[in-house]
């Protein structure tokens, strides 16, 4: 249970306020030390007679030791305090960061600037930090560390500075066994914390995208798919049935005198219904089918692949099924159900657009209403030719009836990355076209982001031939490579880059044939890190490449493949250093048998190998960096793109029915700890099924936007307009007493009649509209309860019954005290 809670908590770190998130780095630099000082007591105690370690540095570098654990305590300590006074205190997470990163320079010099430890942390550290901590923050990290560690190993090449001043150099079997068990020792909670962090936080990121993604297209009420969404699964089928040559049907149904179970029954009732009806229709079409909600009480049905008989068929079986549907009010009446259906089909080869089928449909649903509703009429598709069908297509207006949502997630066979010029130029000719390839890698196909990441592997291969080239060259050669291994190694980087071209041209051949092909995946990223571990068998297993590239792996892959692929691949490299470490060790195999030394080269740090190193991973470094920060980068507009999505009504550009309903909650919340009255007021448009029936749904739709737009201008900059319904709309105005209210209801309703709509036939009509309100409280005293967001809601749709039934077109509230306390007695 506790195991479940942790891991609940670390999962959502990015939820966590920065002040918070800031406190990890602190926390771990706590945990970390604790760990070094248990195991310099265990080399302590495994060689008491100092073969391997330097027991006067040891025992003078354990103050230190203790310095940074207690600066770690106390800055957790600060964090707590801040967490909740100042929850994005910026100069706190400099802090944080800058003392993890100072402590972590200082453990890696003691140790060895260029091993394995330092290796993962250089990387690993950054690359974690880009996704928890702030940009900024991260950048500032990696400015102190890097030049910090290439300063202790320029000290140690020239004699400045000792090397790993804590370690004497292995020169036999025991003592090179001793090494390698420290480097894993010290490793192993930078390894752990790499890939559990990195693990849990992109794997919830990737879970609650894909989570807010679902909502943005689906409709909060009835969780059928929403107005964007059916609109854009449309256009698909009229695309696919094109290409295809097979039919495609849609059929628009309206649920028959739903206004009138409003106003008798209350919205919370035509709620229920509206639900109910979803359920039925969703339980009469076949899985092939689509289902959305159009507009208040009007569904959309895609058909695909259905002729005109089937989609009869089909939709005489949802109209039966409406018909028997029995609804309950909450007194217990029964509410009659039934639904008046439109519909039309369309041929394969038919030059149709999503805005000419949803008209005829809707010209057929209005023919079925006038014919005694409760019944199916069909639209006849008019004979059409291309030119013609190419005035039909996105002239009209796309955001109305489109609805064309931008497909966020990962399309199969899509690079994912919109190569188009930038400001007139091929992208490749400027920055922002590069960045804009790096922020969408996420967005490629699986077997592309493989050829891309083979290809990467591809340049560190040419940079590894460029070395050994210009080594060939230097007159000295002979005391640096060992002659032996120096053709075997122009042998095997030629051979993976052999195998490297190969799998990149298969990955562009695969690409729109089998684009999740989980076999190629497997087999691209084992040959990357197979690869790169022989890039650190040559060099020693245990040096500082071999930490750069483990580092770099699963952080990289958490972002780009799910997460079991890179957990295995990762599992091989693991077990494969292990392995070849301790192999090495014991002698079995030469250890980094390239390099010319006297006996093993685990302290490697003669000028050319530093200058040399540094050239090899300072480039690998630096891309990676820059692949994780754009992509993560991306990720974070996506979903704030995605968020927005989710909370805006696609009509109106209003709030939606969850987001509004959401703000309603928040804000009774907050009236109910501070005492301020609230109110809430619900609208609806009045007689709007008359525009409708009169004038079309096109027309009723520019009501709507107009009605939004009106009082989206006469409300304050405090207040929230949603849409709640089809024609209905929410209005939730904090800290506003109901006589307050009133006025500022009343402005909207007067400048609402004020409205002057023109019709498709040129015809002029004035809306109105009838105003609920609900209130808590009051400027003068606060409300003795405190009602949750439902009864607020209830009681303004009670308040919203009065004013149609005194004749529309007015204003009326009601104290939610008052009203509740009626309701008891």
Known sequence: MIMHTWRRQLAIIQDWSGVARACIPSVLMVLTYLHYFVGIACLLYWDPSGKLVNRDVVIAGIPMLAFWMGSGVLVTLLGLALRLRSPESGWFVYLSVAL???????????????????GIVLTGAPLVGFALISRPAT????????????????????????YAPMFKAPHDTASALLWTHSQFFFAAPHILCLVVLSALVFGHWRKREEGVLLQSLTDALTGVHNRRSILDLLDNEIARSRRQGTPLAVVLLDLDHFKRINDTWGHPTGDRVLQQAAEVLKGCIRQVDEIGRFGGEEFLLLLPDTGRDGALQLAERCRAALAALVATADNGEAIPVSGSFGLVCSGGAAPVSSELLVRLADEALYEAKQGGRNRIVEAALPELDPLAAASLSPAMPAALWQGRLRRLSTVPGNTGVFLENVDGKPWWRSLEGWRRLFAGTREWSPVAKV???????ILIKLGALGWMLYALQRDDVASL????????????????????????AMSVWLKSRAPDARWFQHLGLQFYSLSLLTDGFVLGIMYLPTGVMFACSPVVGFLLFRRYIVLQVWAVALVTIVVTAYAGALGWIPYAPIISLDGPAYHLHEPYWIYSIYIFFTPTLAVVLILVDQVLGRWREREAQIQDINRTDILTQAHNRRSILERLEKEAQRSARSGMPLTVALLDLDHFKRINDTWGHPTGDRVLQQAAEVLKGAVRESDVVGRFGGEEFMLVLPDTGLEAAQMLLERCRRQLAQIVVTADSGENFFISASFGAAGTGGTASPSATTPDFHALIRVADAALYRAKAAGRNRVEALSVDVWLAAQKI
């Not at 050829?451 to 592997?457: C, S």
């Not at 002659?483 to 052999?498: D, I, K, N």
């Open 100 to 118: 993890y990163t100072l402590s972590q320079v200082w453990g890696g010099y003691m140790v060895g600037s260029l091993s394995f430890v330092i």
């Open 139 to 162: 950048v500032v990290a990696v400015i102190i560390a890097f030049p910090a560690i290439l300063l202790s190993n320029l000290g140690a090449a020239h004699g400045w500075l000792p």
């Open 451 to 457: 050829g891309l990441v083979v290809f990467l592997t």
């Open 481 to 504: 490579v060992a002659p032996a291994w120096y053709p075997r190694a122009f042998w095997l980087v030629g051979t993976e880059l052999a195998i490297a071209t190969v799998l990149v």
